[in-house]
Protein backbone atom coordinates (compact mmCIF):
# COMPACT_ATOMS: atom_id res chain seq x y z
CA UNK A 1 0.00 0.00 0.00
CA UNK A 2 1.11 3.50 -0.53
CA UNK A 3 -0.28 6.65 1.24
CA UNK A 4 -2.75 9.38 -0.24
CA UNK A 5 0.18 11.89 0.13
CA UNK A 6 2.60 9.30 -1.96
CA UNK A 7 0.10 8.50 -4.70
CA UNK A 8 -0.87 12.40 -5.17
CA UNK A 9 2.92 13.61 -5.32
CA UNK A 10 5.38 10.51 -6.18
CA UNK A 11 3.76 7.95 -9.08
CA UNK A 12 3.34 10.10 -12.22
CA UNK A 13 5.59 11.81 -14.23
CA UNK A 14 6.44 12.64 -18.02
CA UNK A 15 9.18 10.34 -17.87
CA UNK A 16 10.68 7.52 -16.70
CA UNK A 17 13.91 6.62 -17.13
CA UNK A 18 15.31 3.33 -15.84
CA UNK A 19 18.59 3.18 -14.64
CA UNK A 20 20.92 5.57 -13.12
CA UNK A 21 24.50 4.64 -15.01
CA UNK A 22 26.21 7.24 -17.31
CA UNK A 23 23.49 6.78 -19.99
CA UNK A 24 20.26 6.70 -17.67
CA UNK A 25 21.42 10.08 -16.08
CA UNK A 26 22.48 11.43 -19.16
CA UNK A 27 19.09 11.08 -20.96
CA UNK A 28 17.57 12.34 -17.77
CA UNK A 29 19.40 15.67 -18.32
CA UNK A 30 19.24 15.51 -22.30
CA UNK A 31 15.38 15.32 -21.74
CA UNK A 32 15.07 18.35 -18.84
CA UNK A 33 17.18 20.24 -21.37
CA UNK A 34 14.94 19.98 -24.04
CA UNK A 35 11.60 19.51 -22.15
CA UNK A 36 12.55 21.92 -19.31
CA UNK A 37 8.55 22.00 -18.54
CA UNK A 38 8.10 17.84 -18.25
CA UNK A 39 8.94 16.40 -15.48
CA UNK A 40 11.25 13.31 -15.40
CA UNK A 41 12.26 10.45 -13.18
CA UNK A 42 15.02 7.93 -12.81
CA UNK A 43 14.90 4.50 -11.06
CA UNK A 44 18.01 2.32 -10.60
CA UNK A 45 18.02 -0.92 -8.22
CA UNK A 46 21.02 -0.11 -7.02
CA UNK A 47 22.16 2.28 -4.26
CA UNK A 48 25.04 2.80 -6.77
CA UNK A 49 24.91 2.25 -10.64
CA UNK A 50 24.37 -1.54 -11.30
CA UNK A 51 26.80 -1.96 -14.54
CA UNK A 52 29.86 -0.69 -15.17
CA UNK A 53 29.41 3.22 -14.93
CA UNK A 54 31.05 3.58 -11.35
CA UNK A 55 32.91 0.23 -11.77
CA UNK A 56 35.18 1.08 -14.88
CA UNK A 57 38.55 2.07 -15.20
CA UNK A 58 38.02 5.60 -16.03
CA UNK A 59 39.75 5.54 -19.13
CA UNK A 60 38.31 8.78 -21.01
CA UNK A 61 39.36 7.33 -25.36
CA UNK A 62 37.79 6.43 -28.52
CA UNK A 63 39.94 3.26 -29.44
CA UNK A 64 43.25 2.75 -30.21
CA UNK A 65 45.10 1.46 -33.18
CA UNK A 66 44.30 -2.35 -32.99
CA UNK A 67 40.68 -1.52 -31.62
CA UNK A 68 39.94 0.39 -34.37
CA UNK A 69 41.73 -2.00 -36.52
CA UNK A 70 39.06 -4.74 -35.38
CA UNK A 71 36.22 -2.54 -35.53
CA UNK A 72 37.18 -2.50 -39.37
CA UNK A 73 36.90 -5.73 -39.36
CA UNK A 74 32.56 -5.63 -38.40
CA UNK A 75 31.92 -2.21 -39.70
CA UNK A 76 32.98 0.02 -43.33
CA UNK A 77 35.39 2.89 -43.18
CA UNK A 78 32.31 5.63 -42.77
CA UNK A 79 30.59 3.68 -39.70
CA UNK A 80 34.39 3.46 -37.85
CA UNK A 81 34.45 7.13 -38.45
CA UNK A 82 31.38 7.89 -37.32
CA UNK A 83 31.57 5.69 -33.56
CA UNK A 84 35.12 7.50 -33.42
CA UNK A 85 33.50 10.81 -34.04
CA UNK A 86 30.65 10.47 -31.79
CA UNK A 87 33.16 8.88 -28.68
CA UNK A 88 35.21 12.11 -29.33
CA UNK A 89 32.62 14.35 -29.18
CA UNK A 90 30.96 12.78 -26.21
CA UNK A 91 34.71 13.17 -24.57
CA UNK A 92 34.49 16.54 -25.51
CA UNK A 93 31.01 17.69 -24.53
CA UNK A 94 31.31 16.31 -20.72
CA UNK A 95 34.63 18.07 -19.86
CA UNK A 96 32.82 21.44 -21.60
CA UNK A 97 29.80 21.25 -19.52
CA UNK A 98 31.12 19.60 -15.94
CA UNK A 99 34.44 20.77 -16.34
CA UNK A 100 38.18 19.04 -16.02
CA UNK A 101 38.03 19.71 -12.30
CA UNK A 102 34.40 17.82 -11.11
CA UNK A 103 35.30 14.97 -13.76
CA UNK A 104 38.70 14.50 -12.09
CA UNK A 105 39.97 14.96 -15.69
CA UNK A 106 43.91 14.25 -16.13
CA UNK A 107 44.86 15.07 -20.12
CA UNK A 108 47.63 12.49 -20.00
CA UNK A 109 47.46 11.02 -23.57
CA UNK A 110 46.78 7.58 -24.65
CA UNK A 111 48.80 4.81 -25.42
CA UNK A 112 49.11 1.34 -27.42
CA UNK A 113 51.86 -0.75 -26.44
CA UNK A 114 52.92 -3.18 -29.23
CA UNK A 115 54.34 -6.85 -28.98
CA UNK A 116 55.30 -9.07 -30.91
CA UNK A 117 51.53 -10.03 -31.48
CA UNK A 118 50.81 -6.40 -32.52
CA UNK A 119 53.11 -5.67 -35.01
CA UNK A 120 50.72 -6.22 -37.21
CA UNK A 121 48.53 -2.96 -36.18
CA UNK A 122 51.90 -0.58 -36.20
CA UNK A 123 52.35 -1.21 -40.02
CA UNK A 124 48.44 0.21 -40.40
CA UNK A 125 49.31 3.05 -38.30
CA UNK A 126 49.24 5.31 -41.53
CA UNK A 127 46.03 3.72 -42.40
CA UNK A 128 44.21 4.83 -39.44
CA UNK A 129 45.79 8.18 -39.47
CA UNK A 130 44.89 9.27 -42.87
CA UNK A 131 41.48 7.60 -42.47
CA UNK A 132 40.91 9.70 -39.03
CA UNK A 133 42.34 13.00 -40.07
CA UNK A 134 39.40 14.75 -41.83
CA UNK A 135 37.63 14.15 -38.11
CA UNK A 136 40.59 15.79 -36.22
CA UNK A 137 42.44 17.47 -39.02
CA UNK A 138 45.48 16.35 -37.76
CA UNK A 139 47.53 12.76 -36.84
CA UNK A 140 45.99 11.29 -34.27
CA UNK A 141 48.35 7.97 -33.51
CA UNK A 142 51.97 8.63 -33.13
CA UNK A 143 54.90 6.19 -32.32
CA UNK A 144 56.99 6.86 -29.25
CA UNK A 145 60.55 7.37 -29.83
CA UNK A 146 61.76 6.45 -26.90
CA UNK A 147 60.19 4.11 -24.75
CA UNK A 148 62.67 3.20 -22.20
CA UNK A 149 61.23 6.00 -19.75
CA UNK A 150 58.07 3.90 -19.34
CA UNK A 151 60.60 1.04 -17.71
CA UNK A 152 58.37 -1.84 -19.26
CA UNK A 153 59.89 -5.23 -20.54
CA UNK A 154 61.41 -5.93 -23.98
CA UNK A 155 58.02 -7.69 -24.32
CA UNK A 156 56.93 -4.37 -25.20
CA UNK A 157 58.40 -3.28 -29.06
CA UNK A 158 56.99 -0.26 -29.48
CA UNK A 159 54.88 2.11 -27.88
CA UNK A 160 52.14 4.27 -30.07
CA UNK A 161 50.54 7.79 -28.80
CA UNK A 162 47.58 9.16 -28.60
CA UNK A 163 47.60 12.72 -27.60
CA UNK A 164 43.49 13.47 -27.89
CA UNK A 165 42.79 10.93 -25.05
CA UNK A 166 42.97 11.11 -21.22
CA UNK A 167 41.19 9.33 -17.82
CA UNK A 168 38.68 10.35 -15.37
CA UNK A 169 37.83 9.77 -11.91
CA UNK A 170 34.66 7.63 -12.52
CA UNK A 171 33.02 8.42 -9.16
CA UNK A 172 33.49 12.38 -9.75
CA UNK A 173 31.45 11.47 -13.17
CA UNK A 174 28.52 9.77 -11.48
CA UNK A 175 28.68 12.46 -9.04
CA UNK A 176 28.71 15.15 -11.40
CA UNK A 177 26.04 13.62 -13.24
CA UNK A 178 23.66 13.02 -9.81
CA UNK A 179 24.24 16.76 -8.75
CA UNK A 180 23.08 18.34 -12.74
CA UNK A 181 20.92 16.00 -11.81
CA UNK A 182 19.56 17.72 -8.13
CA UNK A 183 19.79 21.20 -10.12
CA UNK A 184 17.13 20.40 -13.06
CA UNK A 185 15.03 18.79 -10.15
CA UNK A 186 15.20 15.85 -11.68
CA UNK A 187 13.53 12.96 -9.23
CA UNK A 188 16.00 9.78 -8.43
CA UNK A 189 15.14 6.49 -6.78
CA UNK A 190 17.93 4.50 -5.97
CA UNK A 191 17.69 0.83 -4.53
CA UNK A 192 14.11 0.56 -6.37
CA UNK A 193 14.46 -2.91 -8.61
CA UNK A 194 12.02 -2.35 -11.61
CA UNK A 195 10.30 -5.94 -11.85
CA UNK A 196 8.33 -5.39 -15.00
CA UNK A 197 7.55 -2.41 -17.67
CA UNK A 198 3.85 -1.92 -19.43
CA UNK A 199 5.07 -0.10 -22.04
CA UNK A 200 0.90 0.00 -23.39
CA UNK A 201 0.16 1.88 -20.59
CA UNK A 202 3.03 3.08 -19.55
CA UNK A 203 3.76 1.56 -16.45
CA UNK A 204 6.53 1.18 -14.60
CA UNK A 205 6.26 -1.55 -11.48
CA UNK A 206 9.44 -1.24 -8.84
CA UNK A 207 9.61 -3.80 -5.98
CA UNK A 208 8.54 -2.10 -2.39
CA UNK A 209 10.95 -3.55 -0.15
CA UNK A 210 9.26 -2.16 2.96
CA UNK A 211 5.46 -3.39 2.29
CA UNK A 212 6.71 -6.60 0.47
CA UNK A 213 4.71 -5.29 -2.61
CA UNK A 214 5.15 -3.31 -5.71
CA UNK A 215 4.96 0.46 -6.34
CA UNK A 216 3.58 0.84 -10.19
CA UNK A 217 4.60 4.26 -11.08
CA UNK A 218 3.31 5.86 -14.52
CA UNK A 219 5.25 7.96 -17.30
CA UNK A 220 4.06 9.60 -20.58
CA UNK A 221 6.98 7.96 -21.94
CA UNK A 222 9.43 5.51 -20.76
CA UNK A 223 13.96 5.11 -21.07
CA UNK A 224 15.07 1.95 -21.05
CA UNK A 225 18.81 2.56 -19.94
CA UNK A 226 19.77 -0.53 -18.50
CA UNK A 227 22.54 -1.91 -20.77
CA UNK A 228 23.86 -5.25 -20.32
CA UNK A 229 20.63 -6.33 -18.03
CA UNK A 230 17.85 -4.87 -20.77
CA UNK A 231 17.28 -8.66 -21.48
CA UNK A 232 14.69 -8.95 -18.40
CA UNK A 233 12.35 -6.16 -20.53
CA UNK A 234 13.35 -7.01 -24.14
CA UNK A 235 14.19 -11.09 -24.21
CA UNK A 236 14.43 -10.90 -28.19
CA UNK A 237 17.33 -8.10 -28.17
CA UNK A 238 20.33 -8.78 -29.69
CA UNK A 239 22.94 -8.36 -26.73
CA UNK A 240 25.67 -9.95 -24.87
CA UNK A 241 26.54 -9.06 -20.84
CA UNK A 242 30.61 -8.84 -20.93
CA UNK A 243 31.85 -8.76 -17.55
CA UNK A 244 34.98 -7.28 -17.18
CA UNK A 245 37.74 -7.10 -14.07
CA UNK A 246 39.27 -4.19 -12.79
CA UNK A 247 42.58 -4.18 -10.20
CA UNK A 248 44.22 -1.51 -7.77
CA UNK A 249 47.31 -1.69 -6.44
CA UNK A 250 48.79 -0.67 -3.19
CA UNK A 251 50.85 2.82 -3.93
CA UNK A 252 54.06 2.78 -5.88
CA UNK A 253 56.72 4.56 -4.97
CA UNK A 254 58.55 6.74 -7.72
CA UNK A 255 55.90 5.52 -9.98
CA UNK A 256 57.45 5.96 -13.80
CA UNK A 257 54.79 7.24 -15.97
CA UNK A 258 51.49 8.72 -16.43
CA UNK A 259 49.05 8.11 -19.12
CA UNK A 260 46.09 5.49 -20.16
CA UNK A 261 47.50 1.88 -22.27
CA UNK A 262 45.88 -0.08 -23.87
CA UNK A 263 47.06 -3.83 -25.15
CA UNK A 264 45.36 -6.07 -27.43
CA UNK A 265 42.40 -4.35 -29.67
CA UNK A 266 41.27 -2.64 -26.22
CA UNK A 267 40.74 -5.29 -24.22
CA UNK A 268 43.20 -4.79 -21.68
CA UNK A 269 44.63 -1.69 -20.23
CA UNK A 270 46.14 0.00 -17.47
CA UNK A 271 47.03 3.42 -15.84
CA UNK A 272 48.17 5.61 -12.95
CA UNK A 273 45.80 6.40 -10.38
CA UNK A 274 46.92 8.08 -7.26
CA UNK A 275 50.65 6.41 -7.86
CA UNK A 276 48.43 3.20 -8.23
CA UNK A 277 48.89 0.47 -10.89
CA UNK A 278 44.92 0.15 -11.88
CA UNK A 279 45.02 -2.91 -14.75
CA UNK A 280 41.87 -4.52 -16.27
CA UNK A 281 39.91 -5.97 -19.10
CA UNK A 282 41.27 -9.39 -20.02
CA UNK A 283 37.86 -10.48 -21.26
CA UNK A 284 39.01 -12.29 -24.10
CA UNK A 285 41.19 -15.00 -22.23
CA UNK A 286 38.25 -16.71 -21.02
CA UNK A 287 34.87 -15.07 -23.32
CA UNK A 288 32.95 -17.78 -22.88
CA UNK A 289 32.69 -17.46 -19.12
CA UNK A 290 33.23 -13.58 -19.16
CA UNK A 291 29.16 -13.63 -20.96
CA UNK A 292 27.61 -13.07 -17.47
CA UNK A 293 25.69 -10.73 -15.68
CA UNK A 294 26.59 -12.04 -12.46
CA UNK A 295 29.62 -10.10 -10.44
CA UNK A 296 32.77 -12.43 -9.71
CA UNK A 297 36.29 -12.73 -10.40
CA UNK A 298 37.20 -14.88 -12.88
CA UNK A 299 40.93 -16.66 -11.80
CA UNK A 300 41.65 -17.37 -15.50
CA UNK A 301 41.85 -13.33 -15.59
CA UNK A 302 42.93 -12.11 -12.48
CA UNK A 303 45.73 -14.91 -13.00
CA UNK A 304 46.52 -12.93 -16.70
CA UNK A 305 46.44 -9.39 -15.10
CA UNK A 306 49.03 -10.35 -12.70
CA UNK A 307 51.42 -11.88 -14.95
CA UNK A 308 50.68 -8.93 -17.52
CA UNK A 309 52.31 -6.91 -14.69
CA UNK A 310 54.99 -8.86 -13.40
CA UNK A 311 56.00 -10.08 -16.89
CA UNK A 312 55.75 -6.74 -19.13
CA UNK A 313 54.96 -3.89 -17.11
CA UNK A 314 56.43 -4.09 -14.01
CA UNK A 315 59.19 -6.19 -14.35
CA UNK A 316 61.55 -5.64 -12.09
CA UNK A 317 59.01 -4.78 -9.29
CA UNK A 318 56.88 -6.88 -6.47
CA UNK A 319 53.32 -5.37 -6.92
CA UNK A 320 50.99 -6.22 -4.46
CA UNK A 321 47.32 -5.30 -5.52
CA UNK A 322 44.82 -4.36 -2.70
CA UNK A 323 41.54 -3.89 -4.67
CA UNK A 324 39.62 -5.92 -7.20
CA UNK A 325 36.08 -5.90 -8.27
CA UNK A 326 33.71 -6.44 -12.04
CA UNK A 327 31.31 -4.23 -13.78
CA UNK A 328 29.09 -5.73 -16.43
CA UNK A 329 29.13 -4.27 -20.30
CA UNK A 330 26.75 -4.69 -22.91
CA UNK A 331 27.95 -6.00 -26.45
CA UNK A 332 26.30 -6.75 -29.39
CA UNK A 333 27.66 -7.67 -32.72
CA UNK A 334 29.52 -4.47 -33.12
CA UNK A 335 30.15 -1.59 -30.82
CA UNK A 336 27.80 0.32 -32.16
CA UNK A 337 25.22 1.57 -29.62
CA UNK A 338 21.32 0.12 -29.75
CA UNK A 339 19.12 3.40 -29.60
CA UNK A 340 15.87 2.82 -30.76
CA UNK A 341 12.12 3.95 -30.26
CA UNK A 342 10.60 0.83 -29.52
CA UNK A 343 6.83 2.72 -30.08
CA UNK A 344 5.21 5.89 -29.57
CA UNK A 345 5.90 5.32 -25.23
CA UNK A 346 9.01 3.41 -24.78
CA UNK A 347 12.72 4.04 -25.59
CA UNK A 348 15.77 2.43 -25.38
CA UNK A 349 19.90 3.32 -24.99
CA UNK A 350 21.84 0.47 -24.28
CA UNK A 351 24.53 -1.44 -25.79
CA UNK A 352 27.70 0.71 -25.40
CA UNK A 353 30.00 -2.13 -26.40
CA UNK A 354 32.45 -1.11 -23.43
CA UNK A 355 32.52 2.48 -23.98
CA UNK A 356 30.55 4.20 -21.86
CA UNK A 357 32.59 6.53 -20.63
CA UNK A 358 32.78 8.26 -24.18
CA UNK A 359 29.68 7.47 -25.62
CA UNK A 360 27.20 7.08 -23.20
CA UNK A 361 26.13 11.22 -23.47
CA UNK A 362 26.02 10.66 -27.15
CA UNK A 363 23.64 8.09 -27.19
CA UNK A 364 21.66 9.87 -24.89
CA UNK A 365 21.43 12.45 -26.68
CA UNK A 366 20.43 10.33 -29.67
CA UNK A 367 17.20 8.92 -27.54
CA UNK A 368 16.52 12.36 -26.30
CA UNK A 369 16.54 13.71 -29.97
CA UNK A 370 13.52 10.63 -30.98
CA UNK A 371 11.42 11.29 -28.33
CA UNK A 372 11.41 14.91 -29.50
CA UNK A 373 10.27 13.42 -33.51
CA UNK A 374 7.24 11.42 -31.53
Keep these: MISYWEKKNFIRYDFIVIGAGIVGLSTAIHLKVKFPDKSVMVVERGIFPSGASSRNAGFACFGSVSEILDDLERLSEDEVVELVAKRYNGLSEITEIFG ?48 DKFKFSDKVKAVIKNKYEGQLDSGKFIRALWHKCQEMKIQLFTGAEVEDIDRESGTVNVKNPIYKNKISFHAEKIALCTNAFSGQFLPDLQMKPGRGMVMVSKPIKNFPWEGAFHVDKGYTYFRNVDSRLLIGGG ?92
Design 100 to 147: EDLLGYEKTGGYEIIRNEELGSLDQMDRINKMLKPLFGETVFTKVSNI
Design 283 to 374: RNMDFINEETNAFGINAVIKDYLVKMTQETIFPNASIEFEMEWSGIMGFGNNKIPYVKLLDDKTGVAIRMGGMGVAIGWQAAKELVNLFEST
